[in-house]
């Protein structure tokens, strides 16, 4: 069965410090894959998203970036983190129209 | 730019009460999925639907994709406490299937 993995869960870095977050997925080969961030309870933003390796599509401008090296493998990066870099950051793939699989988030808290 | 709204905004009922949630967009969307939130968590898909009128259940949910597929609306029999979440909707643009929108969502709360 397929399943995804992402982590840290929590997170807490100063501002201007760097950032990675990993995804990874299994069970599955060439999956669509996603970063989203949520505000406190309420709807997902969508901020990258990839169809294969090394093919990235950048939804909002911002201090973030995404790289995908691997086909099971989604990173998100940042150089110097923010205070609006805040938030509740979600990994997730699909294969089509069936829906999304999320991962378990990271909650990133920059001080 | 499609979006997708969702009423009520929040909803706090008694266990045992039935309730509908919405979805409405000015947009068709090729398919509707609708997720169950918990705090701290990640969505998990409950139902997709993709013929205009579909009716599916699952348990005490009932969903249901509008004739012109712009809208869903999401109703729950005999609500329980396990039912608390974020209930989000979220559709896919007539043209991809690989990118939906999500709507912000609306937030239950059944009390014991």
């Known amino acids: 069965s397929q399943t995804i993995h992402q982590w840290p869960a929590t997170l807490v870095q100063p501002v201007g410090s760097p950032l990675s977050l990993e995804c990874t997925v299994e069970g599955t080969s060439n999956p669509n894959l996603y970063w989203y961030r949520q505000a406190a309870g309420r709807g997902l933003q969508l901020l990258f998203y990839s169809v294969g390796i090394g093919q990235i599509s950048s939804e909002v401008p911002q201090n973030l970036s995404a790289s995908r090296p691997q086909d099971r493998q989604f990173i998100l990066s940042s150089k110097k983190l923010l205070l609006s870099d805040s938030g509740f950051y979600l990994c997730a793939w699909s294969m089509g129209t069936y829906g999304y699989t999320f991962g378990s988030g990271t909650r990133l808290t920059v001080v | 730019t499609q979006l997708l709204e969702q009423s009520p905004q929040f909803l706090s009922i008694q266990e045992g009460e039935n309730l509908t949630v919405y979805c409405n967009s000015s947009s068709v969307f090729s398919s509707l999925q609708w997720y169950r939130q918990e705090p701290g968590e990640g969505p998990v898909l409950l139902v997709t639907?993709?013929?205009?009128?579909e009716v599916k259940k699952l348990k005490r949910l009932t969903f249901q994709f509008g004739d012109a597929r712009k809208d869903s609306s999401l109703h729950i029999t005999a609500a329980q406490p396990g039912d608390t979440g974020l209930y989000l909707c979220?559709?896919?643009?007539?043209?991809?299937?690989?990118?939906?929108?999500f709507g912000p969502g609306t937030s239950l709360s059944v009390i014991p």
């Open positions: 979220a559709g896919s643009p007539g043209t991809s299937y690989d990118k939906v929108i």
């Open positions: 639907v993709v013929t205009g009128g």
